[in-house]
């Protein structure tokens, strides 16, 4: 079974940077399509960005030019780093990929949240 665990949320200002981290279990970083999902209060869970086992990569339109997604093979760990955060970025950041066997995983989410 596959793990994920988010860290690096935070309160910060608007125009601030934060980097999300999140590891995962098993050797499958390299091998699968890993993304990164938020969850605004009283909203539904939108993906954010997308890493592709090709190592393509896909943005949300509010967020392409600000964040980028990356990861580290040998740690088994994504990233996510943001740039010139908005208040409307506030939200719970979810890590999630799909197995071989097409069962999702998620993690359980690093709040983040950006003051104007």
């Known amino acids: 079974q596959v793990q994920l665990v988010e860290s690096g949320g935070g309160l910060v200002q608007a125009g601030e940077s934060l980097t999300l981290s999140c590891v995962v279990s098993g050797n499958i970083v390299s091998r699968t399509t890993m993304d990164w999902y938020r969850q605004a209060p009283g909203k539904q869970r939108d993906l954010v960005a997308q890493i592709q086992r090709s190592g393509t990569t896909n943005y949300a339109p509010s967020v392409k030019g600000r964040f980028t997604i990356s990861r580290d093979n040998v740690k088994n760990t994504i990233y996510l780093q943001m740039e010139s955060l908005k208040p409307e970025d506030t939200g719970v950041y979810y890590c999630?990929?799909?197995?071989?066997?097409?069962?999702?995983?998620w993690g359980r989410g690093t709040q983040v949240t950006v003051s104007s």
């Open positions: 999630h990929t799909i197995d071989s066997g097409a069962s999702g995983y």
